[in-house]
């Protein structure tokens, strides 16, 4: 999830119609308003991410771990 359209790349952006709701464990939800692709860029690296949902309601951004392991990526905390 991302909160900034404007990070997503323009020519991948697809809006969502209607948004999608994302629920919570809280049983509190968001609305996503679109997908597309974003790049990441780290200390070693750019990472295209693709299919990134953007929830301007979101203060912050998330990446899913278990997905960039499927891809050969890791995250260090």
Known sequence: FIP???WVDPN???????PRRVAFGDNSF???IG????TLI??????????????PDFK??????????QHGLYSVF
């Open 12 to 18: 991948t952006f697809r809006p969502l119609i209607p």
């Open 42 to 55: 780290t200390k070693k690296a750019e990472v295209k991410l693709s299919n990134v949902l953007v929830v």
């Open 4 to 6: 900034h359209i404007s």
């Open 60 to 69: 912050v951004s998330l990446v899913s771990v278990s997905k960039l392991a």
């Open 35 to 38: 997908t597309g692709t974003m």
């Open 30 to 32: 968001v609305e996503a």
